[in-house]
């Protein structure tokens, strides 16, 4: 039976994860994500899943990657300086093929910043925030209920990637209720085990498409050793050899961007015949829509593109509206950060308009339409 | 190869990277000696830090998590609490382990999580060249305490017992059949157990601060300094100056684990959650 809720986008990002089989989650309180955690204290004993509070964020991603080789869906949630604390463990679980959930509830930076107010100032932290060459996957939910949608193709991204996988929610759609249709069954992608026996199977060693032969839970004989540094196909430390180490770092990267056409979520609206695009991603999003259809009602042709994984980038599908379109307008809750993205891709073709908002406020339908017209 | 290497190494990950002379090969010998003798390889699941000592247990052919610089209890924590059946021990070293990953520490011991932390203190940081640490001593001179060091070690395995670990012993290299028996205690000890190694470090710490990088000659300074816990409680604070005290610490079984805690703390109508993920 299909449940209808009034709810918060916190509550459904936990209800996602939950539908999706996360079964560990530790974290530490910060505005405005702290609504994940305490959900979480509240439901997963409910089905004897672990939840902790740990003493810091860096512990919390650390107890959630050590909890998926345990065996687990995990999980962890924050917001900005959190996110930053972080990052360390992401690189980690970039580089030893460790699914993990990260659910980034934006407020404004830098620093300790606006811990109640929303931005969109993260989605370079995403990308960019640990050091070394990674990648990740990062989705941006508009809506309540996209942020259960999201939530829980995220946990299920994370394990066909066996990659870090971001929700880049933000505190507009953390704290708006609103209705949301939970399914009575989601589609879940349980954990692949390796189909290899114990005695052939070599734990790093990537198949035609990139992916490894499953990943095994500790104490099941496979006797795996999951480093850190960069290692061989077995896990031995090779940073001392250029060519294994470089193979490792070139199959982490491109076992996402190789499969950016699979990782392509966008949605079009009215597009076909569009001159002028809204290219937007969470909550902005929804602002756009609504001034794409006032656009077309005074005869303008407007259209919008609402980007769902903003990470791997959507190249192909902006590259393809480049051809068509005289002008992309880009608005974003932070000074423009994707809006550089955009112009990389249109290259000219198109003029790319930045339109940066900051200070915890949405853009108006009103202030889109202006740029539109 | 010696039998216990040939069983329990993962071979092709040798040689090790430890220096010639090094106590933490010491520390491994013992640690192989312990697994055999408990029997508990299958459910071994090892972590270690970042620095020579958390190099340990990537040459065991047991599930491993070599993670980062001072993270290894929060990593062990969550791996202990998916399956707390699990026999769950930490190898680090003092910087990975009160120096950057202080915190990690306190709160592992103040849960009084099944960890086994083996920490092997070498006073100083070994891997990165021999600088400054936490427990390095009072006027030690080192790569970034040029003039001797002017901070106040700590004493760790005080630390360990304050934080609320439940089993806390401190052992040196050169004392292998005690330091073989509190491993053993410290595995079967449910609860965190604390396990302090003094390991020589002739490269850095011998060369720079003991004036010799001779490890015979670092054993016997140990053997030389160490005075065993209950002797330390007659001995007058002045003439404790200097001297290694030696032995079980703290041993208490009265406090519950935490990951039994945990699992007893569910809901009795919570579902099971054995299906997944």
Known sequence: ?373 | MHPLADKYLRQAALPLIFCPGCGDGTVLNIFLRAVEEMDIFPDLALVGGIGCSGWLPTYLRADVLHVLHGRAIPFATGLKLTDPRRKVVVFTGDGDCVGIGGNHFIHGARRNIDLTVIMMNNGIYGMTGGQVAPTTPLHGRTQTSPYGNIEFPFDVGDLARAAGATYVARWTTAHPKQLLRAIKEGIEHAGFSFIEVLSQCPTQAGRYMEGTSDPGELLTLFKKRAISVERARSTAAQDLRGRIIVGKIHHLTEKKEFSKTLYESFPAEAADNQDHP
């Open chain 1, 1 to 373: 039976m299909v449940q209808t809720l009034v709810i918060h986008g916190n509550e459904a990002c936990v209800r996602g994860a939950m539908a999706a089989g996360c079964r560990f989650f530790a974290g530490y309180p910060i505005t405005p994500a702290t609504e994940i955690t305490e959900l979480m204290a509240r439901m997963l004993p409910q089905v004897r899943g672990v939840f902790l509070q740990m003493e810091d964020e860096i512990a919390s991603i650390c107890a959630a990657l050590g909890a998926a080789w345990g065996g687990a869906k995990a999980c962890t949630a924050t917001s900005g300086p959190g996110f930053t604390l972080k990052q360390e463990g992401i690189g980690w679980a970039a580089e030893t093929d460790t699914p993990i959930v990260v659910i980034d509830v934006m407020r404004g930076g830098p620093s300790t910043g606006q811990p109640t107010s929303s931005s969109q100032q993260d989605v370079m932290q995403a990308k960019y925030g640990s050091h070394g060459d990674y990648e990740i996957i990062a989705l941006t939910p508009s809506s309540v209920q996209e942020a259960f949608d999201l939530t829980v193709k995220a946990f299920n991204l994370a394990e066909i990637y066996r990659n870090p996988v971001m929700v880049l929610s933000d505190e507009i759609v953390g704290h708006t209720r609103e209705k949301i249709r939970i399914p009575e069954q989601v589609e879940v992608v349980r954990r692949k085990k390796p189909e290899s026996s114990i005695k052939d199977y070599i734990p790093y060693r990537p198949t035609s498409q990139g992916f490894l032969d499953g990943m095994p839970t500790f104490n099941q004989g496979y006797g795996i050793l999951v480093d850190g540094q960069l290692h061989d196909e077995w896990g031995i430390r090779a940073g001392h050899k250029p060519d294994v180490s470089a193979g490792l770092v070139e199959r982490i990267c491109r076992k996402i961007t190789g499969h950016a056409r699979e990782l392509l979520d966008v949605e079009e609206y009215r597009l076909d015949d569009a001159e002028v695009a809204v290219i937007a991603y969470g909550s902005p999003a929804r602002p756009s829509l609504r001034a794409t259809k006032e656009a077309r009602h005074t005869g303008v042709k407007a259209g919008c593109l609402k980007m769902r994984i903003l990470w791997p980038f959507p190249e192909t599908a902006i590259d393809q509206l480049c051809q068509r379109v005289k002008k992309i307008i880009v608005p974003e809750m932070n000074m423009g950060k994707i809006y550089r993205e955009v112009e990389r891709v249109a290259r000219g073709r198109a003029e790319v308009i930045s339109m940066p908002k900051l200070g915890g406020e949405m853009h108006t339908p009103q202030e889109i339409f202006e740029k539109i017209k």
